[in-house]
């Protein structure tokens, strides 16, 4: 079995190349891959302080099926994983993941203390006579392409910065919940998305993306923040108004995709003016999305119709 092995906060346009490689492997040896990573990440393990994540456990799974990773494997990092050597790492491998192909990329260290370097793990791979690649970081321009830099990017709302280097865009896949109705007697009705513990979340402000309910997606007005008009406290809110869309998305999965950021969160000195505003962020959403190019629009489509539970 060849191993794909990494933290992945994410599966950015660096991990691709893993994959890729991988997929190459397993199609001239006969060989079957997997993706082996951890849970939780090993960020999350060490520090209560952590930063969140890009996408969480069953996000992954969803864009497995995007990059046909035939399996992802969840190594549980715990205190025991913490402090096995480098050798007893890989013999776990061996063990309980049937591991006989090794690719990781040139940052990976592993075992106690992080001792496993690229070279001592080439050496144990050698000894088992396993074949081993290790592929170098990706730049584009000049820059590594790292999940901390994309997680960066999306803190500060630069989603389609952080988009280049994904290969995609950043998305929340998470259940709809009540909400307080006010978007629908404003004539713009919004679901109210779920707040992922432990996952990043752009930016306040206001975006425009799409929305997959069921099989279709919809243009989307969506706002993160608090809703300082109406003075709701603190607490961060997403929600996103579905041009178009007629129904009842209550308890519904969806998936909330963030192309490009409008504008940060205002607030208003009447109802009116916010009115006057949502209207005005709606149409630049539909003047995004007529205006995109048909390339892009049909990349776009193919990623979001991959994604399937």
């Known amino acids: 079995m060849i191993a794909v092995i990494g933290a992945f906060d994410g599966f950015h346009k660096g ?25 939780p990440h090993p960020q999350q393990f060490f520090s ?78 050698r000894k088992k006579g396993w074949p081993f690649r290790v592929l170098p970081l990706l730049q584009e321009e000049g820059h590594v392409i790292s999940s901390s830099s994309i997680r960066g990017m999306i803190s500060c709302g630069q989603v389609e910065n952080a988009r280049n280097m994904l290969g995609y865009p950043f998305f929340i ?31 306040d402000g206001v975006y425009s993306g799409l929305v997959k309910v069921g099989k279709e997606f919809w243009p989307s007005a969506i706002n993160i923040g608090v809703n300082p008009t109406f003075s709701l406290g603190d607490c961060i809110r997403i929600e996103a108004h579905l041009i178009g869309f007629c129904g009842d998305l209550y308890d519904n999965h969806v998936q909330v995709f963030f192309l490009n950021r409008l504008r940060g969160e205002l607030a208003f000195h009447s109802v009116e003016a916010l009115t006057n505003q949502i209207k005005e962020d709606t149409r630049m959403v539909m003047d995004h999305w007529n205006n995109m190019p048909y390339h892009e629009y049909l990349s776009l489509e193919r990623f979001i119709r991959s994604l399937s539970n």
């Open 173 to 203: 896949s998470q259940r709809v919940i009540h909400g307080d109705k006010r978007g629908r007697s404003l004539g713009y009705p919004t679901a109210n998305i779920m707040r992922e513990h432990g996952k990043v979340v752009p930016a």
């Open 15 to 39: 991990h691709q190349t893993l994959f890729s490689k991988a997929r190459e492997m397993s199609i001239n040896s006969g060989m079957n891959w997997k993706v082996l990573t951890f849970s």
């Open 48 to 125: 209560g302080n952590a930063p969140s994540l890009l996408f969480v456990e069953h996000e992954k799974d969803l864009l497995r099926h995007y990059f046909k990773i035939p399996e992802i494997c969840y190594l549980k990092f715990d205190e025991k994983m913490m402090n096995l050597s480098p050798e007893s790492f890989v013999d776990k491998l061996e063990r309980e993941y049937e591991v006989s192909s090794i690719i990781v990329g040139e940052n990976f260290r592993f075992g106690k203390d992080r001792r496993g370097t690229i070279g001592y793990l080439e050496y144990l791979c």
